[in-house]
């Protein structure tokens, strides 16, 4: 999936804005390879995340983080039919709001569409479908184009995420054949795309490799600093507003920046303890945005270009030098090279 920003919990449902968001990253495989994807996921067999973790984990947080939203996401969730299930179920069980971030790989006709989506009324689950140029190489629109369609006729609540290289311009080849894919699909559908998030890729992870040096040239390095996470509107580095889980059981915001692991402490450590002033990465990005991490990293050879597509970027490539002293904060290593 591209990076879903839209709103919080409050867009869900009235009245829990203030409660706190957690998705969980089920697994690493998904049937895609995506050029901009912050995991570096691809088809080959991943692990999925273990169930009794990632329930106790959301049931910590309801008592301990007024946890009001499970976000399921990937890789692809929908690799792993029953455990997404079970989690969204436990989730819906609970009395939160619950949303899945998928390809619609699913949807190869509207019998397989519907048998998906109908499984997911039941936990009056929020669906999040991808369709960009990143994502037609390997998910074809017409799928995401007859999810969305038999969400309309189920009822199930259905977005559509767009992501785009460069949202200003629009000119990148992949940028091009999304205008055209999102024409298609509302010339397809009969009407246009209402619930439609439009946004951007964040340059992190595979894309510092592939897409970056697309639209990088002529932005200089961003000295601004980071008080939040670029991908959930509002999300402040010094709350636990937003968390993510992922198989091996780290706790982040979703950007290889370890707060701590439930597999080694327990989540109510976790939550007590965290100061973002005091974490080795937090407290730079706060104080001196990503610059600050590369002036760091330079003590261990890290040279500074002259360009960088966003902060993310520049924060991505300084990082990846800082592991060696940050290993137990910079990880899981399914973000770095």
Known sequence: MGAWRYGSAGRI??????????????????????????????????????????????RELVKLNDLGLVVIMGGEPGLYRAEML????????????????TNAFWAENEASARRFLQELRATNTQVAVSLDGLHAPFVPAERVVTAVRVSEEIGVDC???????????????EDILTARLVADAEKALGHRLERHYQGRVFYAGRSTDRLAHTVKHSRGVPAECCAEVPWWTGSSLEDLQLLSLDPDGYLSKGCGIAIGNVT???VSDIIASFNARVHPIF???????????????????????????DRCHLCQEAREILRARYPEYLTPAQHYR
């Not at 829990?16 to 050029?35: R, W």
């Not at 088809?43 to 973790?53: F, K, S």
């Not at 559509?160 to 000119?171: C, F, G, I, L, Q």
């Not at 407290?283 to 597509?309: I, K, N, Q, T």
């Open 13 to 58: 449902r009235s009245g829990v804005s203030s409660l706190s968001v957690l998705k969980i990253d089920m697994t690493y495989q998904c049937t895609a390879e995506c050029e901009h994807c912050r995991f570096r996921c691809t088809p080959d067999r991943r692990p999925v995340i273990d169930l009794e973790m990632a329930v106790g984990c959301i």
């Open 86 to 101: 079970a989690l969204l179920s436990t989730a819906h069980g609970l009395g939160l709001a619950t949303r899945l971030e």
């Open 159 to 173: 977005w559509v995420d767009t992501t785009y290289v460069d949202p200003a311009n629009r000119s990148a080849e």
């Open 283 to 309: 407290a730079v990005l706060l104080e001196r945005g990503p610059v600050g991490l590369a002036e760091e990293a330079s003590e261990l050879g890290f040279e500074l270009e002259s360009d960088y597509a």
């Open 264 to 266: 080694q402490e327990p």
